[in-house]
């Protein structure tokens, strides 16, 4: 059964919704400049409404490693999530300070970004059209994938069983398709995590 993440959750109603749903991972935007970040301090209060069962995970775009040490001391997350530019040395230099799971983003746009994903040192890496589009990438691209990947980019409640079906993801990652005019949805996050589990 392929694992779900709902990610860029700011409020505590979105802390609420996936209390209710019950997904895999919850996640938070915690580098500045996007439209979904928040600081430390509101990521550590989510958490602890989070029930415990789910995984948090920080996402982090070219950050200084010791802020993402500083997140993770802080209890507010359990994994990492790289998005931005950060190779295998950056990679391999976060490992030598923590053993928790790191998953490197990839905007996928041509065979070399795949080839780029299959060469990668975190843990997972995650296929993504871009940071936050809501759109899809050519999927076709992914083709025979060697490791176990995370999938992102234009689902929602009502096609996400189909990505599962069709390109067998170990996991899929949602923010723009459970919201509503920008903020989460609780009909559309229990609907996504409901859908991905169907049937499998």
Known sequence: MAKVKICGLRFTQDAEYVNEAKPDFAGFILSEGFRRSIDLNTAITLREIIDKSINTVGVFVNEDISN???????????????????????????????????IKAFTIKSPDDIEKAKKCHADFVLLDSGTGTGKEFDQSLIGEFPREYFLAGGMNPDNVKQRINELKPYAVDVSSGVETDGIKDREKVIRFVREARRNH
């Open 68 to 102: 993402i040490l500083n997140a993770i001391e802080s209890g507010a997350v359990g994994v990492i999530q790289l998005h931005g530019s950060e190779d295998n040395d950056y990679i391999d230099n976060l490992k030598k300070h923590t053993d928790k799971t790191i």
